[in-house]
């Protein structure tokens, strides 16, 4: 059995994190997903509550590797 992690810069920060890539926060640019760091939706939320938006909510697998079964 093995795990797989996703490598990328923050859509928002852009620094690097790793991700689940079926599980992290994203947002659509020019119509591609595009990963979220957990510092920067942390950081959004408080905004998003402010303006009457829900926060955006983080999936507990996030920022942990996925099980290759999963793929």
Same mark, same amino acid.
């Given at each position: 059995?093995?795990?797989?992690?996703c490598?990328?810069a923050?859509?928002?920060? /852009?620094?690097?994190?790793?991700?689940?890539?079926?599980?992290?926060?994203?947002?659509? *640019?020019?119509?591609e997903?595009?990963p979220v760091?957990r510092?920067?939706?942390?950081?959004? /939320?408080?905004?998003?509550?402010? /303006?009457?938006?829900?926060?955006?909510?983080? *999936?507990?697998?996030?920022?942990?590797p996925? /099980?290759?079964?999963?793929?």
């Amino acid at each position: 059995m093995g795990y797989v992690m996703c490598h990328a810069a923050c859509f928002a920060c /852009n620094r690097p994190f790793m991700f689940n890539p079926h599980r992290v926060p994203s947002v659509r *640019h020019e119509g591609e997903r595009q990963p979220v760091c957990r510092e920067c939706v942390e950081i959004a /939320n408080p905004i998003r509550e402010k /303006n009457g938006l829900p926060p955006i909510a983080i *999936h507990p697998d996030a920022y942990e590797p996925l /099980n290759e079964e999963e793929l």
